[in-house]
């Protein structure tokens, strides 16, 4: 070998920074405008009554928890204090150009959360946590398949708009085979299928015909609800007791870890679809960023031409990754039916697509961080039917608007700057 | 590895990008492929590494015929490539980028970390590169990111090399370390091509120049063929490698730039306090490495970019807070960096893009309506005045050569009385008489008495147009010097190395090219100057 050697590159001087950047009054804002409705809303007008009770424990625990109960103003001012003393906070961290960690968000929503909670079931009967948190878990269900199917797609560059629809067929023909089968489980075989099929659709319009690919989701959106609402007013209205029967997944209780408080029932009282689900998430977190496949994926997703000339194929990766995530999401829309137990309606995912496309971004094209944004949506989802029957002086319809307004203030308030993958949406043209 | 390219031919459409050519590599040569931009080096290297399939002839590793379905089997026979354009993706670390397309494994198809950095190492300490396995790409320097993809190539065994135009990111000390790899990798038996426009790097390192003109070899010449002779060759007349350019006479300094910062949307300041004069009657040149902030620079000036403190007078008048078209009105000419996106709009006709900003006013326009009677005199004249090659004025600018296209740019700009000319990368991408063209149209502006300032990352450009040099690094102007200051300097300063301790440090040990210049000062056998004055006479 040659001894040669390159002369070493002339230091470079560190980079010092006299300018700096104008100070972001977003976020102190935001906060502060929660944090101060949070008192006067909560703390300071009155309440329905004094007295708010929070249930711990379901009836079946084996620990019993006993119910806590507080005063509504008081509990309420208290949260309202802290909600302003992090707005405080925040507003410091700005003006001394300091990062707070992803804690402030998640501390300042349970506060203000706990606070409205305090006011909205005060003098009403108990407000039952753990139902609330088994019922957010239930309803992120659909949403987390949802934004995984996404993420698979875009990372890997194909825009996948069609979440809703693939979540449509997977939940239509999960009902028609369990029903024809009379078995939920083959309904949870069959729905993968049936959004396999529409991301093939996607696919092939976007790599082969480079149609653009917003367009073709949309399209292909319109497609399935055509397409289902059609096979449910004729063939399946016609003879339910075969095509469209119930058949609900049993709830698989795991021993021991369900007795834990709390948490057990919420997460170890579930059905086979949930923890389908905790597997996914968590075998995508890994594969995507550690192995072979997730790092072709995502080379094809940045810069495929990158790929390319290091003899990945691009096309192919790209029609073999959004057939996958079609599958995710159709497994998904088994959800709506065999999961949740009910029969096959028309349009009855009723736009979970799009909510987990935006949990696909406020999760910020990451397995975790789809759960996490999938659960604050299931959450604020579930809170309307809780309060609803506890008993809260909101009007019903305003309760209906929680989760978008939520997607909304979490999109354009805490998501700020991300990146998506270079190349998502272009088409690969040598 | 030998390498041979026999009747190779590609066609786009109605072009002929290759037609015919022959080539062959030796083993452990430098075999430059020199050539004017457009000429079809690129073409000829993607369709060597597999990446276009030939319309015709045929490719010989070791006298046996092959055929490549694509990169990874050219890879696989030992052929790797340093595209231009980096091919890496940017939020990857270094060995990802590495791994990708044969990464190691361990169970269930999980990558082997471990390995795939002590392969980036091993390579890495082999030939002193230096670089870290696990720096995100997007983080390191250009320089720094084109010794990844060598470290790629050679991770797959390549015995012949392709080196694509890979000076054109590079500061002269860069260039410098690049030309030592090559001799490196040439001494360990590796074959390369090095693909380039510039005439001194190919005299300092290549052992065999084949000359690509138009699609064809028009001929072979050794590294001691004179540039003045190369540059005909590739060319295919005999032309001026320099500007007639009078001195400078600077008038009063009319535009001022005071303390001026931009900062990026993530925050960083990408022009950071800068501070410059320009007079009438001079061309201040703004040199650096591509992404120094100078296109921010440019951008801000013209009214692109709201700077957050600083100001820009011309005249006396603040332009800052004003909008783009205030900005022109006021008497800014302004060729873009990047003509086909900024420049011109490719599905207009030439005539319209010749009055994209000045349609708003007569005798162009009136009430809203054009005038397209006057809209088709003003073309009919500039493009004899700019010497546009063009069928019609109604033919659709995007179907001219780049040369024509930047030519209808600077016809707009410079059509109207201009109280300052800012110039992005005039040159870029052109061939050599266009270059001459519009170099010449720049200095002839700058005769009018009209400030001019230059942006270029082109060394060549920067020494042949500039009669005061600003040298930007991150941000900031690292000096302001005088438009004959010596290109090692300049260089190291381009490298964020003060003036005179770029001074001390480039008398200190030249570079290659440096010094091969000097020799020719010494001993002018058939200078450049010597043909100069040949063709005046």
Request: hydrophobic residues 50%; contains cysteine; glycine residues 10%.
């Amino acid at each position: 070998m040659s001894t040669v050697t390159t002369k070493p590159a002339p230091a470079r001087p560190a980079r010092t920074t006299s300018t700096l950047a104008p100070i972001s009054w977003r976020g102190p804002i935001v906060y502060g405008f929660f944090a101060l409705a949070s008192l006067i809303f909560f703390a300071l007008l009155p309440a329905g009554g004094t007295e708010t009770t929070f249930r711990i424990s379901t009836a079946t625990d084996f620990f019993q928890i006993p119910a806590l109960t507080v005063s509504s103003t008081g509990f309420a001012l208290v949260l309202s204090l802290v909600a302003l003393g992090l707005a405080g906070l925040a507003t410091w961290a700005a003006w001394t150009r300091r990062r707070l960690g992803v804690w402030l968000p998640v501390v300042f929503g349970l506060v203000v959360v706990f606070a409205f909670l305090a006011w909205a079931g005060a003098g009403k009967s108990a407000i039952p946590l753990t139902g609330l948190l088994q019922g957010s878990l239930f309803l992120a269900v659909p949403l987390v398949f949802g934004a995984l199917s996404g993420l698979l797609c875009e990372r890997s560059g194909i825009i996948n708009i069609a979440i809703e629809g693939q979540l449509l067929a997977g939940a239509f023909l999960a009902a028609v085979v369990a029903s024809v089968t009379s078995s939920a489980y083959m309904g949870l075989v069959a729905a993968p299928i049936a959004g396999a099929l529409v991301g093939l659709l996607l696919v092939i319009f976007s790599v082969k015909y480079w149609v653009n690919q917003i367009i073709v989701g949309v399209v292909l959106n319109v497609l399935v609800v055509g397409v289902t609402s059609y096979l449910y007013s004729t063939v399946l209205a016609a003879d339910p007791a075969t095509w469209n029967s119930r058949n609900p997944l049993p709830v698989i209780e795991i021993p021991v870890l369900s007795q834990i408080p709390v948490l057990g029932p919420v997460l170890f009282r579930q059905t086979l679809l949930v923890y389908l689900m905790y597997a996914a998430v968590i075998l995508l977190q890994i594969f995507v960023f550690k192995s072979r496949w997730g790092l072709r994926m995502r080379a094809v997703g940045e810069h495929p031409k990158a790929a390319d000339t290091v003899g990945i194929k691009v096309n192919v990766t790209r029609v073999k990754n959004t057939i996958l995530g079609g599958a995710v999401a159709g497994l998904g829309g088994a959800f709506f039916t065999v999961a949740a137990g009910l029969a096959f309606g028309k349009e009855m995912t009723g736009g979970k697509g799009f909510i987990a496309l935006a949990a696909m971004i406020l999760g910020r094209w990451n397995p975790m961080g789809a759960l996490a944004a999938a659960l604050l949506f299931g959450f604020s989802d579930n809170l309307r039917t809780v309060l609803g029957i506890v008993g809260t002086p909101i009007p019903s319809q305003i309760m209906l608007m929680t989760p978008y307004v939520v997607t909304i203030f979490a999109v354009a308030g805490l998501v700020g700057k991300v990146r998506a993958p270079a190349a998502n949406g272009i088409p690969y043209v040598k | 590895m030998k390498l041979e390219l026999r009747g190779i031919t590609k066609v786009f459409g109605s072009l002929v990008a290759n037609d015919h050519i022959d080539l062959v590599i030796e083993p452990g040569e430098v075999h430059a492929l020199l050539g004017e931009n457009g000429a079809g080096k690129s073409t000829l290297m993607n369709v060597l590494y597999g990446f276009y399939d030939p319309d015709d002839g045929q490719i010989l590793v070791d006298d046996v015929p092959v055929e490549f379905a694509g990169p990874g089997e050219a890879m696989a026979a030992g052929i790797g490539m340093v595209h231009q354009h980096f091919m890496l993706v940017p939020v990857f670390t270094v060995a990802e980028n590495v791994a990708l397309g044969h990464e190691p494994v361990k169970g269930a198809g999980l990558i082997d970390q471990s390995k795939a950095r002590a392969l980036v190492r091993e390579i890495s300490d082999r030939f002193g590169f230096e670089v870290d396995p696990d720096a995100m790409v997007e983080d390191l320097p250009v320089g720094v990111q084109q010794r990844v993809e060598i470290i790629k190539a050679l991770s797959r065994d390549a015995r012949v090399l392709i080196l694509d135009e890979p000076t054109a990111v590079l500061t002269p000390q860069e260039t410098d370390e690049l030309i030592a790899i090559m001799r490196q990798l040439k001494a360990a038996g590796t074959s390369i091509v090095f693909i380039t426009h510039k005439l001194r790097e190919v005299r300092a390192v290549a052992d065999r120049i084949t000359v690509i003109r138009r699609g064809k070899v028009v001929g072979t010449a050794e590294p001691s063929t004179s540039e003045t002779e190369l540059a005909s060759l590739m060319v295919g007349r005999s032309v001026s490698l320099g500007v007639e350019k009078a001195p400078a006479e600077p008038g009063e300094a009319v535009f001022a730039v005071r303390d001026l910062s931009v900062i990026d949307t993530v925050g960083t300041p990408v022009v950071d306090g800068v501070d410059f004069e320009v007079a009438r009657g001079e061309i201040l040149v703004v040199a650096g490495v591509q992404g120094n902030g100078q296109t921010e620079l440019a951008e801000a000036i013209v009214g692109l970019q709201t700077p957050v403190a600083g100001s820009i007078t011309l005249d006396g008048k603040e332009l800052v807070g004003s909008g783009v078209l205030d900005v022109l009105r006021a008497g800014v000419g302004y060729v873009p960096e990047d003509r086909s996106t900024d420049g011109i709009i490719g599905t207009f006709s030439v005539e319209e893009n010749l009055v994209l900003d000045l349609v708003d006013q007569p005798p162009f326009s009136r009430g809203g309506a054009l005038n397209k009677s006057v809209i088709r005199d003003n073309a009919e004249k500039r493009i004899v005045e700019y010497d546009v090659r063009t069928q019609t004025v109604e033919a659709a600018v995007g179907t001219l050569s780049g040369g024509n296209q930047q030519k209808v740019v600077l016809a707009r700009e410079m059509s109207r009385p201009l109280r300052l000319l800012l110039a992005s990368q005039p040159t870029r991408g052109l061939d050599v008489g266009s270059i001459e063209f519009v170099h010449s149209r720049i200095v002839a502006e700058r005769d009018n008495g009209t400030p001019v300032i230059i942006v270029s990352t082109e060394l060549d450009e920067v020494l042949a147009l500039a009669d005061r040099i600003a040298v930007m690094y991150r941000g900031k102007i690292v000096g302001i010097v005088p438009g004959d200051t010596d290109r090692d300097v300049l260089g190291l300063m381009m490298a964020g190395v003060p003036l005179d301790e770029a001074v001390a440090q480039a008398a200190e040990h030249h570079t290659v090219l440096g010094e091969a210049d000097l020799e020719a000062e010494a001993a002018p056998s058939h200078t450049v100057e010597d043909a100069r004055e040949e063709e005046i006479q």
